[in-house]
């Protein structure tokens, strides 16, 4: 099955700067790539997803990078906000069947 | 996407007791699951509710401890079976649609904050 591997497990930003989010998946039939942002106590929200015909999807400071090649995809948070701070975790999936989380990454912004 | 109410939001049981969690959707979807969170951790898949038909389990997870049901398009229910301290955890449901049917990527129901004492 697919495995998906998520780096770094904590992350800490000053105010202003760029943070980038890595993660790896192990099977090359996944075609789904989307990214999750969790408050303390809420759900999952979806904040960017990728399909594999794509290589790089922007939304406003938000961006999301994937190479299919080397199986790797990356999200790109700029001109970072204490809002930002959360927790993050990457998927992955093929079409409409199960996702596959990595283990997360806590994002903390340095005001 | 589509709207997802899940009940109950919280709830401290006994061991030994079960608790089924219900999960209804607004709109139509082609898949639904449910993950298991435990705290400080990732989202674990438990199984897919097949409508009309049994649930497909992960490995790890088995029917006896987690009946699902997913009698239509829009609704689903998950028991946690013969409690124990170590089922505490929060329970979430998840669906994806289609673009043809107006509800496109995958969505989380807020969530069911389980005690087990």
């Known amino acids: 099955g697919e495995n998906v591997e998520q780096h770094p497990s904590t992350l800490s930003v000053q105010e202003g700067d760029s943070a980038v989010i890595k993660c790896t998946y192990s099977d090359s039939a996944s075609n789904y790539f989307p990214w999750y942002k969790q408050e303390l106590g809420k759900r999952p929200q979806l904040i960017i997803d990728?399909?594999?015909?794509?290589g790089e999807k922007k939304d406003q400071r938000i961006a999301v990078t994937l190479n299919k090649t080397a199986k790797h995809f990356s999200l790109h948070i700029t001109e970072t906000q204490p809002e930002d701070s959360a927790v993050y975790f990457c998927a992955a999936s093929f079409g409409n069947e199960k996702l596959t989380f990595g283990t997360g990454t806590r994002l903390t912004i340095i005001p | 996407s589509a709207v997802i109410s899940q009940k109950p939001s919280r709830d401290i049981c006994q061991r030994g007791t079960s608790l089924t969690i219900q999960c209804q959707v607004d709109s139509q979807v082609t898949m639904m699951f449910w993950y298991r969170q435990q705290p400080g951790q990732s989202l674990t898949l438990i199984a897919t509710?097949?409508?009309?038909?049994?649930?497909?389990?992960e490995s790890g997870f088995v029917i006896d401890k987690f009946p699902i049901s997913r009698p239509n398009l829009t609704f689903s229910t998950l028991t946690v079976s013969n409690m124990s301290p170590e089922d505490s955890s929060i329970y979430l449901c998840s669906v994806v649609g289609t673009e043809s049917l107006g509800n496109y990527g995958y969505t989380f129901g807020s969530g069911t904050r389980l005690t087990v004492v």
């Open positions: 990728i399909r594999s015909n794509v």
């Open positions: 509710a097949n409508q009309g038909s049994e649930a497909t389990y």
